[in-house]
T-cell receptor, first 119, second 114 residues
């Protein structure tokens, strides 16, 4: 079974600064997808960024980028020019690739990291 | 607009009562999922379903039951056998054949049992 670990329960950053959230995972699979979700106080789950394991290029979405190290099974999220609206709980998640099978497309989540942004 | 609707947003029950949480989606997704969220913990998978009339236990299925009679609906029943039912419950759906597509989540139901 796959596991996802976020070792930072809480992080803080000054507005306009850069912060990196860590995530490691354990899997024996070679093909999979990784996601970062944001959960603001409204508790709505919002997709931040996704990475396909077979792609070596790190994904980028505006101020959000990832550092994907497949051999090290590491998937960190970098938030540049942090904004007050970035304050939220961030979850790293793993999804097996391939249709059908026993995974059913389910996501396995890490424990989450609470990000505080100071003005 | 397509999306997932969970109802109610807040639910209060007395200990010993069964309670059913509703989840409806109009995204035409085959797969649906129920997750539980507790403070300081990530989302844990309760049950999931790939097609109508088929569902599988997740990591913490004890004390819960589900049904999938329609593609659009995946209700979750929290039974009196669930020892710690107070939690935040999230329903999600996804496309099984497009795994780079993210799961779509509802807004959640906060269940309080006293």
């Amino acid at each position: 079974a796959q596991t996802v670990t976020q070792s930072q329960p809480e992080m803080s950053v000054q507005e306009a600064e850069t912060v990196t959230l860590s995530c490691t995972y354990d899997t024996s699979e070679s093909d999979y997808y990784l996601f970062w979700y944001k959960q603001p106080p409204s508790r709505q789950m919002i997709l931040v960024i996704r990475q396909e394991a077979y792609k070596q290029q790190n994904a980028t979405e505006n101020r959000f980028s990832v550092n994907f190290q497949k051999a090290a099974k590491s998937f960190s999220l970098k938030i540049s020019d942090s904004q007050l609206g970035d304050a939220a709980m961030y979850f790293c998640a793993y999804r097996s690739a391939g249709a059908g099978g026993t995974s059913y497309g389910k996501l396995t989540f890490g424990q989450g990291t609470i990000l505080t942004v100071h003005p | 607009d397509g999306g997932i609707t969970q109802s109610p947003k807040y639910l209060f029950r007395k200990e010993g009562q069964n309670v059913t949480l509703s989840c409806e989606q109009n995204l035409n997704h085959d797969a649906m999922y129920w997750y539980r969220q507790d403070p300081g913990q990530g989302l844990r998978l309760i049950y999931y379903s790939q097609i109508v009339n088929d569902f599988q236990k997740g990591d913490i299925a004890e004390g819960y039951s589900v049904s999938r009679e329609k593609k659009e609906s995946f209700p979750l029943t929290v039974t009196s056998a669930q020892k710690n039912p107070t939690a935040f419950y999230l329903c999600a759906s996804g496309d099984l054949f497009s795994y780079n597509s993210p799961l779509h989540f509802g807004n959640g139901t906060r269940l309080t049992v006293t």
